[in-house]
């Protein structure tokens, strides 16, 4: 964004770059993340040599509902040992996703969570599906990353391909990745992670926020 400002004449010296934060701690106790990975598993029965798929959004046009149904679709179609769990709600898209998903026994709707416990879905993925129409960088993304969940995703006109190699440009080729289980864990940018980065933006929107009297 920096450099698209920049090409379009903006004064570098009046350019500061904030990089996105996380409002997530990671633990490090890894008995605790082994156990944590089996809660989502347990809950819906699914076993630990079937591959998770999930899905954390809502069911509006820009994060690709039709993609992601068509997607889903494709793999149960293809596969026996593979699950879904879809996270989310609202959207005018949710009855349509649903309707075309409800047939299949290995896909589950969990309906809304609160953000504190969606650590527990990430920590039980195996890979985190993305099918977006239009995104920035959504925080979804650098979450899955931040727990070392690979990500299958749309390049989607925002930052995503910059930080996510495992682009599909369809819903077949989104489904094959995931069939062929033919992706890799990308890297968390650490600047995600810095706490100050939290501050700044804090304080940027608050200072945006406040109206003089």
């Given at each position: 964004?920096?450099?698209?400002?920049?090409?379009?004449?903006?004064?570098?010296?009046?350019?500061?770059?904030?990089?996105?934060?996380?409002?997530?701690?990671?633990?490090d106790?890894?008995?605790?993340?082994?156990?944590?990975?089996?809660v989502?598993?347990?809950?819906?029965?699914?076993?630990?040599r079937d591959?998770?798929?999930?899905?954390?959004g809502?069911?509006?046009?820009?994060?690709g509902?039709?993609?992601?149904?068509?997607?889903?679709?494709?793999?149960?179609?293809?596969?026996?040992?593979?699950?879904?769990?879809?996270?989310?709600?609202?959207?005018?898209?949710?009855?349509?996703v649903?309707?075309?998903?409800?047939?299949?026994?290995?896909?589950?709707?969990?309906?809304?969570?609160?953000?504190d416990?969606?650590?527990?879905?990430?920590?039980?993925?195996?890979?985190?599906?993305?099918?977006s129409?239009?995104?920035?960088?959504?925080?979804?993304v650098?979450?899955?990353?931040?727990y070392?969940v690979?990500?299958v995703?749309?390049?989607?006109?925002?930052?995503?391909?910059?930080?996510?190699?495992?682009i599909?440009?369809?819903?077949?080729?989104?489904?094959?990745?995931?069939?062929?289980?033919?992706?890799?864990?990308?890297?968390?940018?650490?600047?995600?992670?810095?706490p100050?980065?939290?501050?700044?933006?804090?304080?940027?929107?608050?200072?945006?926020?406040?109206?003089?009297?």
């Amino acid at each position: 964004m920096e450099e698209k400002l920049q090409t379009r004449g903006v004064d570098p010296s009046k350019l500061w770059a904030i990089p996105q934060p996380l409002h997530i701690e990671r633990e490090d106790n890894r008995a605790d993340e082994s156990a944590m990975s089996n809660v989502v598993r347990t809950e819906f029965d699914i076993p630990d040599r079937d591959q998770l798929v999930l899905f954390v959004g809502y069911f509006k046009r820009s994060k690709g509902p039709k993609r992601l149904a068509q997607t889903l679709q494709y793999v149960m179609e293809r596969s026996t040992n593979t699950h879904a769990v879809i996270v989310g709600n609202s959207g005018e898209y949710e009855e349509y996703v649903k309707q075309n998903l409800q047939r299949y026994d290995r896909i589950h709707f969990k309906g809304w969570v609160p953000h504190d416990r969606l650590s527990t879905y990430f920590q039980s993925a195996d890979v985190l599906l993305h099918p977006s129409n239009s995104e920035g960088l959504p925080n979804v993304v650098l979450e899955a990353l931040h727990y070392s969940v690979p990500v299958v995703a749309t390049d989607s006109g925002g930052e995503v391909p910059v930080y996510v190699s495992n682009i599909g440009a369809d819903y077949q080729e989104l489904g094959e990745m995931l069939l062929n289980r033919c992706y890799h864990t990308d890297p968390c940018p650490e600047t995600v992670r810095d706490p100050q980065n939290r501050r700044l933006y804090q304080d940027l929107f608050d200072s945006i926020g406040s109206k003089p009297e």
